[in-house]
């Protein structure tokens, strides 16, 4: 379904055609642009702005995946290892494509993906 979204600042969406009344919005009184998107998002994930995250595998990675050591890590600042096939569930993308954040046994750490494998 074709409806109408607001450039500006204040991303309001509209099913008909119209002008951006949001007070402080930087497109207010601006015509809307007319949208087809129907996932909601109104294309605001630019092809560019999205952060593919792969695996070791090169599989696609994303919130809350689990993932598995693929080699022995030692954690950095600290005698731990992290041993090859640990389990780390519920992982958060990060800005960096090459990292990503974790908990395993209560303790946040950032892995590389170069080293885990989605499960
Ligand atoms: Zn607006
Ligand atoms: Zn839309």
């Not at 119209?18 to 207010?28: D, F």
């Not at 595998?57 to 993932?67: A, I, P, R, Y």
């Not at 958060?92 to 954040?101: A, H, M, V, Y």
Request: aromatic share 2%; with cysteine.
């Amino acid at each position: 379904m074709e409806h109408y979204i607001c450039k500006g600042s204040c991303g309001g969406s509209s099913p008909e055609i119209g002008i951006c009344e949001t007070n402080e919005c930087t497109s207010q009184w601006e015509m809307m642009e007319e949208c087809h998107c129907s996932d909601g998002q109104h294309g605001k994930v630019d092809a560019e702005d999205v952060v593919v995250v792969k695996d070791s595998n090169g599989t696609s990675l994303s919130d809350g995946d689990t993932v598995v050591l693929i080699k022995d890590l030692k954690l950095k600042g600290s005698s731990t290892v992290l041993k090859v096939g640990t389990k780390a569930s519920n992982i958060r993308l990060t800005s960096n494509p090459e990292e990503i954040d974790c908990k395993l046994g209560g303790t946040a750490i950032v892995l590389r993906v170069e080293f885990v494998k989605k499960l």
